[in-house]
């Protein structure tokens, strides 16, 4: 599992925001998910003599800083949410099992949140279906989070070479996919997939794109040119 | 000039249409939540279209250069299916989410005690979340449909402002514009309205408080119908600032009383090479 982000990069993060009021909803928001944090076990209800702005309701038995997660985007701006939602996903401390709902419950940038967040909360491969649930979409927005460092730790090999591929079939640039030389490094079978690949473009007049190239020499695995 | 459709159903509609619509000016639509054609029989199929709606469609969308947003609701036919009315209680975890910009479309179908309490919660239910609601008008007995239509949303939290009556035609247009009620039409190839027809409401009722859509979908209908309507309002005399305001300036308005709607869509080009990938995968 990865360190949390230093706090240095909450004080970028709200230096991003587009203004004042977003600041001060995306400081509430951390403290809501901050007191989940320390008391898992109740809903904690929201100040209502600090709050700028009351978050709505939270649903029932969910508590408030789950609200601000659904709601960042509007609140932030599109730019942040992903970095907000994440951020806000770590300072709750959210388990597997909360990640899973919030996930399944989730708009696509909710989702990508969520899966931007597994490396530094997930420490076992128990949300392995997650990203195996973004890896079948073609939404490369979701495609792109999938294959991050969680991907990289958790996933057989099976379902980790079907990602890389994915990722060349909806232009997902390979920089996407974390630790991509290590883990390709010695992949025979993949690179036999890679070769396929790129000779099923080459047989349809299609150019074999750049990145497959890179991807196939990473593998070191000796080959003809594809 | 810059279109906006405030209502669409883009998941019947293909990946060809979006270019056309991106080549024809349009850069966002709304599309509510709607029959599908086939009905359904849970409210677990609710679910997965309203999944959709918030993530595999405006990501199409994007790809395109449109903005997506979504009304979400659950549509006045199937309110009289007892297998999906349960899906009544979900609606409130949709209600919160960033591009949901309406509830919608509600409305009368065949006027059913059924079809009065889905009408009555669900506009409790944008008054509740913030939202605006798209009312849709009934296809057949539309006048009286109208009224009882109007009778509902007078008695519920949600005002009139806040409030936009669609699919209305000659017959129905006076009484609405009355309400205080946005004022919606749909233009269809053989039904509903058509542009001149739409051209002519417009000399009589003004540009104000008036929306035209394509309503277009899975049945004999034209995701183009907007700018048709644009290009008629020119030929007839009204200026490009009429033309804004009807087609663009009118739904940002009416959706913008969210405070949800974002227009700002990269360009087709700057996004194909992977524009929204890149900020997350670096």
């Known amino acids: 599992m990865l360190t949390p982000p230093p706090s240095r990069t909450r004080a970028d993060l709200a230096a991003r925001l587009p203004d004042d009021q977003a600041r001060a909803w995306f400081a509430e928001a951390l403290a809501d998910a901050s007191r989940a944090a320390t008391a898992p076990q109740g809903p904690p209800a929201a100040d209502p003599a600090t709050a700028s702005e009351a978050p709505p309701a939270p649903a029932p038995g969910h ?40 996930y399944r ?16 909360l997930v420490d076992g491969p128990g949300a392995t279906p997650l990203v195996d649930d973004a890896l079948r979409t073609h939404d490369t927005r979701l495609v792109s989070a999938a294959v991050g460092p969680y991907a990289a730790e958790h996933l057989p090999p ?14 997902v640039p390979p920089a996407a996919v974390a630790d991509l030389a290590r883990r390709a490094a010695g992949d025979a079978e993949l690179a036999r997939m890679l070769t396929a690949l790129a000779a099923e473009r080459t047989a349809a007049g299609r150019e074999v794109p750049r990145d497959l190239r890179h991807a196939l020499t990473l593998t070191g695995v000796p080959n003809e040119e594809p | 000039m810059r279109i906006f459709d405030p209502h669409i159903h883009m998941t019947s509609r293909t990946t060809d249409d979006y270019a056309a619509m991106y080549a024809s000016g349009v850069r966002a639509v709304v599309e509510p939540a709607f029959w599908l054609g086939q009905p359904r029989t849970s409210p677990a199929s609710f679910l997965d279209y309203f999944d959709a709606l918030l993530g595999w469609e405006p990501f199409r969308a994007a790809q395109y250069g449109i903005a997506h947003h979504c009304a979400i609701a659950l549509n006045p036919k199937e309110a009289n299916d007892p297998r999906c009315t349960p899906v009544l209680d979900e609606l409130p975890r949709y209600l919160d989410k960033d591009s949901v910009v309406a509830v919608g479309e509600i409305g009368y179908d065949a006027m059913t ?4 309490t889905a009408l ?62 946005w004022l919606g039409f749909s233009v269809y190839p053989d039904t509903k309205m058509d542009p001149d027809r739409v051209v002519a409401v417009l000399r009589t009722f003004g540009t104000e408080r008036t ?24 030929a007839a005399g009204f200026t490009d600032d009429d033309v804004d305001r009807v087609l663009w300036r009118n739904p ?24 929204s990938v890149l900020r997350g995968g670096e």
Request: proline share 6%; charged share 25%.
């Open chain 1, 63 to 102: 508590p408030v800083w789950q609200s601000r997660f659904v709601t960042a985007g509007r609140h932030c701006g599109p730019d942040a949410a992903d970095d907000v939602r994440t951020l806000l996903l770590i300072e709750a401390r959210a388990d597997t099992e909360t990640l899973t709902r919030l």
């Open chain 1, 105 to 120: 419950e989730g708009s696509a940038p909710e989702r990508r949140a969520v899966l931007l967040a597994l490396p530094f």
């Open chain 1, 158 to 171: 099976h379902a980790w070479r079907h990602a890389v591929l994915k990722c060349l079939f909806t232009g």
């Open chain 2, 113 to 116: 005690p059924a079809e009065d």
């Open chain 2, 120 to 181: 009555a919660a669900q506009l409790q239910l944008a008054a509740d979340h913030g939202l605006p609601a798209l009312v849709h008008t009934p296809h057949r007995d539309k006048l009286a449909g109208l009224h009882r239509t109007l009778d509902v949303v007078r008695e519920s939290a949600l005002p009139v402002e806040r409030t936009l009556l669609d699919h209305l035609n000659e017959t129905t247009v006076a009484a609405a514009a009355d309400s205080g009620c």
């Open chain 2, 211 to 234: 929306l035209v859509n394509s309503a277009a979908d899975w049945g004999r209908s034209d995701p183009l119908k907007t700018r048709e309507v644009a290009d008629a309002m020119l």
């Open chain 2, 252 to 275: 940002v308005a009416f959706y913008g009383l969210s405070g949800r709607l974002r227009l700002d869509v990269p360009a087709p080009d700057a996004l194909h090479e992977g524009n």
